[in-house]
Antibody, heavy 121, light 107 residues
Framework: EVQLVQSGAEVKKPGESLKISCKGS????????IGWVRQMPGKGLEWMGI????????RYSPSFQGQVTISADKSISTAYLQWSSLKASDTAMYYC??????????????WGQGTLVTVSS | DIQMTQSPSSVSASVGDRVTITCRAS??????LAWYQQKPGKAPKLLIY???SLQSGVPSRFSGSGSGTDFTLTISSLQPEDFATYYC?????????FGQGTRLEIK
């Protein structure tokens, strides 16, 4: 079974750093792009960026460029999303998802279960 | 970036009703469109890819159509488990964008 499992919920203070993870299993992790999506409380889905673990090629949404860093460690089939200095406005659910190829190119399936990040003083 | 506009933003319907949600792209995206369903507290689930292809395991009451800039998702006969929020997503490039979502509520 293809599966993405994300790290657990985090509660942080403004200014702190954070790195959350997304571990893939059941497929060749280096052969598919992994994307990150933000969902703020009660709001819609926002694409943040995407990485190809095979060579770490990374693309960012202009809205998130410079605000977060996406990385991957192919040796442990894990992608990461990190912040160097969190803000209260980073409070959201964050999802990772595998980008399809071939006929399903550009779509995202499966998705991780989500990581809730709460930033509050 | 390509903007995706869904309508309506919310709709109330009853079990057994036929419901159609539309999605318009700000520029042509051929058939590079996907539809997702999201239930409260859950991750989105892929329903439709390539505008009209049903993802494996998705009930046949769901269907998609369209190409270019105008797309629709139709649920032919609503079931209780279909009440959720639906998002379209353009898959034309790596600059991915989602529609703002359509909340389907029970009347």
């Amino acid at each position: 079974e293809v599966q993405l499992v994300q790290s657990g919920a985090e509660v942080k203070k403004p200014g702190e750093s954070l790195k959350i993870s997304c571990k893939g299993s059941g497929y060749s992790f280096t052969s598919y792009w992994i994307g990150w999506v933000r969902q703020m409380p009660g709001k819609g889905l926002e694409w943040m960026g995407i990485i190809y673990p095979g060579d770490s090629d990374t693309r960012y949404s202009p809205s998130f460029q410079g605000q977060v860093t996406i990385s991957a460690d192919k040796s442990i089939s894990t992608a990461y999303l990190q912040w160097s200095s969190l803000k209260a406005s980073d409070t959201a659910m964050y999802y990772c998802a595998r980008r399809g190829s071939g006929a399903v190119a550009g779509t995202f399936d499966p998705w991780g279960q989500g990581t809730l990040v709460t930033v509050s003083s | 970036d390509i903007q995706m506009t869904q309508s309506p933003s919310s709709v109330s319907a009853s079990v057994g009703d036929r419901v159609t949600i539309t999605c318009r792209a700000s520029q042509g995206i051929s058939s590079w469109l996907a539809w997702y369903q999201q239930k409260p507290g859950k991750a989105p689930k892929l329903l439709i890819y390539a505008a009209s292809s049903l993802q494996s395991g998705v009930p046949s009451r769901f269907s998609g159509s369209g190409s270019g800039t105008d797309f629709t998702l139709t649920i032919s006969s609503l079931q209780p488990e279909d009440f959720a929020t639906y998002y379209c997503q353009q898959a034309n490039s790596f600059r991915i964008t989602f529609g703002q979502g359509t909340r389907l509520e029970i009347k």
